[in-house]
């Protein structure tokens, strides 16, 4: 069975960077045809797709978000990160990683999440 589970800093200020880790077992990084993802949700929003990772390590971006974001892994320990800089109150949200049958940037089309992770940032 695999599992995703997300990790990082619950609090943030202000002009820094977020680096969340998505850790995943059960299952790999590599396998062919999966895409791994981080979505998040404001509060009182929508959720939002922001970016990620292919099986083969390529890596794709929401355009209002490419130039603050970077996803990369580390198969060694089965974990993808997402770093968000110059991060502003309104990135406040909870944080999701997630698993799809391929590329998707509808939130609404991948079929296995993590719990999620609050992510507040501060003025």
């Known amino acids: 069975q695999v599992q995703l589970v997300e990790s990082g800093p619950g609090l943030v200020e202000a002009s820094q960077t977020l680096a969340l880790t998505c850790t995943v077992s059960g299952g790999s990084l590599t396998a062919y045809p999966y895409y791994w993802a981080w979505i998040r949700q404001p509060p009182g929003q929508d959720l939002e797709w922001m970016g990620g990772?292919?099986?083969?390590?390529?890596?794709d971006y929401s355009p209002p978000l490419r130039s603050r974001t970077s996803i990369s892994r580390d198969t060694s320990k089965n974990q993808f990160t997402l770093h968000l800089n110059s991060l502003t109150p309104e990135d406040t949200a909870v944080y999701y990683c997630?698993?799809?049958?391929?590329?998707?940037?509808?939130?609404?089309?991948?079929?296995?999440w993590g719990q999620g992770t609050q992510v507040t940032v501060s003025s």
């Open positions: 997630a698993r799809a049958d391929g590329l998707r940037t509808l939130p609404h089309d991948y079929g296995l």
């Open positions: 990772i292919r099986y083969d390590g390529d890596t």
